[in-house]
């Protein structure tokens, strides 16, 4: 199932140094049903590499994608409001800067349950989702949004372009540049797709923001890279593309959103600001990495020794989202039933599974009120304001919050 890499998935160079190491932990997202809660989990080493060549960090070892994104795909973009709003604005701003219309073609690359396309769609614009998950294309076209399921590469792109004359005047693709081990055939086929002016915009994780605000719970086996500006530049150049524009945002606890095209022109000074600083920090050397080891050692040893005396008192503690990065904080931290008494989440297809390595059930948000439980560890830090907004209830009545990343807060 796991197969280890001896060289660099973008360039190919040999040169690949250790970056950080988290152990053997369960597969992200590979929540248990209940008739599976006695079988064994599958598990696989979770480990950081960096190439010394183009600078890409990426996971020490790769899992086929089908196993690690299957057709029950528990993962719904819909779920969260701040994600809503985030996608419905940017929707707007690309409608407006690109002039799009009823003769512009608008693909997007792992369209999930179509909450980005959606948007498109309301103003006339045709569009086109791409997503292997089978529930969350189902959900999409039965929003009325043309969806295949399919995981998005250059063979796919070829046959949009050559044999059904798809061609992107735009084209997406959010927070999946990260989940592909194959990145060059998946930027190939970007290259396919894209029409002579068109653009593609992608918002991916940024690596500084990982590595300063020790971030290591976003490090899981389906995110296999780490992304930099100075390797992606590296990537598209390979594949006749040219990073155009850098804007930082704020999702996912620290993102970039990059502006892709087949020309210079409409580049800005936005994506020199980028690699002068990473630059600076000498991304393609292992000292910028000892420190993210050492920084995850520190959330453990803070997390788990407050969880220890709350619970010395008897208090009880409840975890929220049972999402990717809290399978990865809860094995690393080795976090379970000692700890937690069960978890909570907004989507609903989660609720009634358990939590992989742990075995922790996950039931709904009413939960809380109905429990009250002393405080709420919210493993979805990105979310935290958005989560105690939506949570104002259960902390007028007195309970708290554990935020562990980036330093452990405790909210009354």
């Given at each position: 199932?796991?197969?280890?890499?001896?060289?660099?998935?973008?360039?190919?160079?040999?040169?690949?140094?250790?970056?950080?190491?988290?152990?053997?932990?369960?597969?992200?997202?590979?929540?248990?049903?209940?008739?599976?809660?006695?079988?064994?989990?599958?598990?696989?080493?979770?480990?950081?590499?960096?190439?010394?060549?183009?600078?890409?960090?990426?996971?020490?070892?790769?899992?086929?994608?089908?196993?690690?994104?299957?057709?029950?795909?528990?993962?719904y973009s819909s779920v969260s409001p701040r994600l809503i709003a985030h996608f419905a604005e940017s929707a707007q701003s690309l409608i407006q800067s690109r002039q799009l219309g009823v003769n512009s073609m608008v693909v997007e690359a792992a369209s999930n349950d179509g909450y980005f396309l959606?948007?498109?769609?309301?103003?006339?614009?045709?569009?086109?989702?791409?997503?292997?998950?089978?529930?969350?294309?189902?959900?999409?076209?039965?929003?009325?949004?043309?969806?295949?399921?399919?995981?998005?590469?250059?063979?796919?792109?070829?046959?949009?372009?050559?044999?059904?004359?798809?061609?992107?005047?735009?084209?997406?693709?959010?927070?999946?540049?990260?989940?592909?081990?194959?990145?060059?055939?998946?930027?190939?086929?970007?290259?396919?797709?894209?029409?002579?002016d068109g653009v593609a915009v992608i918002e991916t994780p940024y690596l500084l923001d990982l590595i300063d605000n020790a971030e290591f719970d976003t490090i899981y086996h389906q995110h296999v890279f780490y992304y930099s500006v100075t390797a992606l530049e590296r990537l598209f150049l390979r594949?006749?593309?040219?990073?155009?524009?850098?804007?930082?945002?704020?999702?996912?606890?620290?993102?970039?959103?990059?502006?892709?095209?087949?020309?210079?022109?409409?580049?800005?000074?936005?994506?020199?600001?980028?690699?002068?600083?990473?630059?600076?920090?000498?991304?393609?050397?292992?000292?910028?990495?000892?420190?993210?080891?050492?920084?995850?050692?520190?959330?453990?040893?803070?997390?788990?020794?407050?969880?220890?005396?709350?619970?010395?008192?008897?208090?009880?503690?409840?975890?929220?989202?049972?999402?990717?990065?809290?399978?990865?904080?809860?094995?690393?931290?080795?976090?379970?039933?000692?700890?937690?008494?069960?978890?909570?989440?907004?989507?609903?297809?989660?609720?009634?599974?358990?939590?992989?390595?742990?075995?922790?059930?996950?039931?709904?948000?009413?939960?809380?009120?109905?429990?009250?439980?002393?405080?709420?560890?919210?493993?979805?830090?990105?979310?935290?304001?958005?989560?105690?907004?939506?949570?104002?209830?259960?902390?007028?009545?007195?309970?708290?919050?554990?935020?562990?990343?980036?330093?452990?807060?405790?909210?009354?």
């Open positions: 199932m796991f197969v280890p890499v001896s060289r660099c998935r973008s360039c190919g160079s040999d040169t690949l140094f250790s970056a950080l190491t988290l152990g053997t932990t369960p597969l992200a997202d590979g929540l248990v049903s209940s008739e599976h809660v006695d079988a064994a989990d599958p598990t696989a080493p979770l480990a950081l590499v960096t190439c010394a060549d183009c600078s890409l960090v990426q996971l020490s070892g790769t899992i086929a994608p089908d196993i690690l994104f299957p057709a029950d795909y528990p993962y959606k948007h498109f769609q309301a103003s006339g614009i045709p569009v086109l989702g791409i997503d292997p998950a089978r529930g969350q294309a189902e959900q999409a076209r039965a929003l009325g949004i043309p969806t295949l399921a399919s995981f998005f590469n250059a063979s796919l792109a070829a046959t949009l372009r050559h044999k059904d004359g798809v061609a992107a005047d735009l084209f997406l693709a959010n927070n999946v540049l990260a989940h592909v081990p194959d990145i060059n055939d998946f930027v190939a086929g970007i290259a396919i797709l894209l029409k002579e594949h006749g593309l040219v990073i155009n524009q850098v804007d930082p945002i704020g999702i996912h606890g620290g993102s970039i959103r990059i502006f892709v095209s087949k020309n210079d022109k409409m580049t800005d000074g936005s994506k020199a600001a980028f690699l002068a600083r990473e630059a600076e920090r000498r991304l393609n050397e292992p000292a910028l990495y000892s420190g993210l080891q050492a920084s995850a050692a520190r959330v453990r040893h803070d997390l788990t020794s407050l969880l220890a005396s709350l619970k010395a008192d008897g208090a009880r503690i409840v975890g929220y989202a049972a999402a990717a990065k809290a399978t990865t904080m809860m094995a690393y931290c080795e976090i379970g039933r000692d700890q937690l008494d069960y978890l909570v989440d907004l989507s609903p297809a989660k609720h009634g599974k358990f939590m992989p390595g742990s075995r922790i059930g996950v039931f709904p948000t009413e939960r809380l009120l109905e429990d009250q439980p002393d405080y709420l560890l919210i493993l979805a830090w990105n979310f935290a304001e958005e989560i105690m907004h939506q949570q104002s209830e259960y902390r007028r009545r007195g309970g708290k919050f554990i935020i562990p990343v980036p330093e452990l807060r405790v909210i009354n």
